[in-house]
């Protein structure tokens, strides 16, 4: 995992509570990191399928349930190269 310095934050939060799918910004953030960076995902909830979506894309990712109860998911690449 890289270190945390180098994840780009994306809250969901804020996009689920007008309603909106944010699966769309997910995907273009992930698009613009570079090598070594990762994506860390803020949502209200355990986002599994988007987890999977990152797993068949070659990417991993560790969860962690935060004292407020929402879920964070840090997701990288050993190779970057790819996208998802």
Known sequence: ?????????????PILARGEKPLPAILAAAQGLKPGQGL???????????IELFRS??????????????????FWRDNMKGSC
């Open 40 to 50: 860390l995902v803020i949502a209200p909830f355990l986002p599994a399928p988007l």
């Open 57 to 74: 894309e070659g990417w991993l990712s560790e969860t962690k349930s935060g004292k407020d109860g929402h879920w964070r998911v840090y």
């Open 1 to 13: 995992m890289p270190p945390l310095k180098n994840f780009k934050r994306f809250d969901a939060r």
